[in-house]
């Protein structure tokens, strides 16, 4: 059974400062795998999307990568803003059918 | 382009009410899931549907009945609602077919149900 693992479970940072956000599974057969933002109270908002071919996706300060051998994925956050504060999740989506499977997500508080 | 819609955004129930929830999508999605997501235990799948008329059970289907019997549209029932269906419900869909072939899900808002 596949299991998403992230860490930390909390990480509180001060303004400006680059982050890395972890998250690891353990069958490496997925399909793809899927960032998401989730601010207090509201939906999934997906960041980035990265094949299982591909080895990392950007967007804007945003830099995900993948290591499908080893199982690990990061989120690179640069030069974190106040805004950027929420919980982040990963989920893979295994390549035998369609469903997510999610990590638990890192909580991330910018502090100005 | 509202994306993925979820009604209602609340509700609170009693011990044994039923009640269904809507989700709609306005992308033209074949797949539609929910998803329950709690404290400690991260989101997990409840059904979903690979197209109209078409539904599967997830990973903690028991005590909910779904139904997709429009394109845009799914709905999960509660017949008789439990206080561990407490809980915050997520509607998502994706695109399986395509050029990109990205399979991106794309996720409602949630309802918070209470049930006492």
């Known amino acids: 059974k596949q299991e998403v693992t992230q860490i930390p479970a909390a990480l509180s940072v001060p303004e400006g400062e680059n982050l890395v956000l972890n998250c690891s599974f353990t069958?490496?057969?997925?399909?793809?795998l899927q960032w998401f933002r989730q601010d207090p109270g509201k939906g999934l908002t997906s960041l980035l999307l990265?094949?299982?071919?591909?080895r990392e996706q950007t967007s804007g300060r945003l830099n995900a990568s993948l290591d499908k051998s080893s199982g690990r994925s990061t989120l690179y956050i640069a030069a974190s803003q106040p805004g950027d504060s929420a919980t982040y999740l990963c989920?893979?989506?295994?390549?035998?059918?369609?469903?997510?499977?999610f990590g638990e997500g890192t909580q991330l508080t910018v502090n100005p | 382009n509202a994306g993925v819609t979820q009604t209602p955004k609340f509700r609170v129930l009693k011990t044994g009410q039923s009640m269904t929830l809507l989700c709609a999508q306005d992308?033209?999605?074949?797949?539609m899931y929910w998803y329950r997501q709690d404290p400690g235990m991260g989101l997990r799948l409840i059904h979903y549907?690979?197209?109209?008329?078409?539904?599967a059970k997830g990973e903690v289907p028991d005590g909910y009945n779904v139904s997709r019997l429009k394109k845009q549209n799914f709905l999960l029932g509660l017949e008789s609602a439990a206080p561990s269906q407490t809980s915050v419900y997520f509607c998502?869909?994706?695109?399986?077919?395509?050029?990109?072939?990205?399979?991106?899900?794309?996720f409602g808002p949630g309802t918070r149900l209470t049930v006492l």
């Open positions: 998502a869909s994706s695109s399986e077919t395509g050029p990109k072939l990205y399979n991106e899900q794309f």
């Open positions: 069958d490496s057969a997925i399909y793809n």
């Open positions: 990265i094949q299982s071919s591909q």
């Open positions: 989920a893979v989506k295994e390549t035998s059918g369609s469903r997510l499977t």
């Open positions: 992308m033209n999605h074949e797949y």
């Open positions: 549907s690979v197209g109209e008329g078409t539904t």
